[in-house]
T-cell receptor, first 115, second 115 residues
Framework: DSGVTQTPKHLITATGQRVTLRCSPRSGDLSVYWYQQSLDQGLQFLIQYYNGEERAKGNILERFSAQQFPDLHSELNLSSLELGDSALYFC??????????????FGPGTRLTVL | GDSVTQMEGPVTLSEEAFLTINCTYTATGYPSLFWYVQYPGEGLQLLLKATKADDKGSNKGFEATYRKETTSFHLEKGSVQVSDSAVYFCALSDHGGGSNYKLTFGKGTLLTVNP
């Protein structure tokens, strides 16, 4: 158990809908990262938050957004869903955003299926 | 930009065989290098890491040496077990500047070990 929790574990929805994925980082970790894992694109970085502020963006679509709350949990919002958004979405956390040495601890993921 | 190339497999071995999974990288700064493992239905777990040239990371019988001259970080294990069956990801975190320490992943290598 990494200490990172993600809910829900599975999500099935229809095209055009909007969903929210939730992540709680390990106790004491200030950085939260979101990644998407799909068969064709592999594991891709979406966005990073550090202590409530957006730190970096990767290959995140404009239909997707995220935020980190004062209690440090994070939510990833996916809207106007398309079939191609079906994937595993992972959240990871680390101690801080000041070193690339810091290990990132991954949650179990949310499997999103868009029908 | 940063990139990681690893042998995609799948790799099928008999128990007690020697394992090598090749990984090479391209980075603009001075990356830290990681191997993550993903067991079926689970999130990613850090297997080992190395943060500077010539460092050797090791864990659970697995080893990898950070080779700056060949930009490589090959994963090895002398004697694999059935329980090592999983997908292995090589990754880098570039801390040459800025504050984004996202992980850039290879495409993953599926390892199956038969008894």
């Amino acid at each position: 158990d990494s200490g990172v929790t993600q809910t829900p574990k599975h999500l099935i929805t229809a095209t055009g809908q909007r969903v929210t994925l939730r992540c709680s980082p390990r106790s004491g970790d200030l950085s939260v990262y979101w990644y998407q894992q799909s068969l064709d694109q592999g594991l891709q970085f979406l966005i990073q938050y550090y202590n409530g502020e957006e730190r970096a963006k990767g290959n995140i679509l404009e239909r997707f957004s995220a935020q980190q709350f004062p209690d440090l949990h994070s939510e990833l919002n996916l809207s106007s869903l398309e079939l191609g958004d079906s994937a595993l979405y992972f959240c990871a956390s680390s101690v801080g955003g000041t070193s690339g040495h810091n290990e990132q601890f991954f949650g179990p993921g949310t499997r999103l299926t868009v029908l | 930009g940063d990139s990681v190339t690893q042998m995609e497999g799948p790799v099928t071995l008999s128990e007690e065989a020697f394992l090598t999974i090749n990984c090479t990288y391209t980075a603009t700064g001075y990356p830290s290098l990681f191997w993550y493992v993903q067991y079926p239905g689970e999130g990613l777990q850090l297997l080992l890491k190395a943060t500077k040239a010539d460092d050797k990371g090791s864990n659970k019988g697995f080893e990898a040496t950070y080779r700056k001259e060949t930009t490589s970080f090959h994963l090895e294990k002398g004697s694999v077990q059935v329980s090592d069956s999983a997908v292995y990801f090589c990754a880098l975190s570039d801390h040459g500047g800025g504050s984004n320490y996202k992980l850039t992943f290879g495409k993953g290598t599926l390892l199956t070990v038969n008894p």
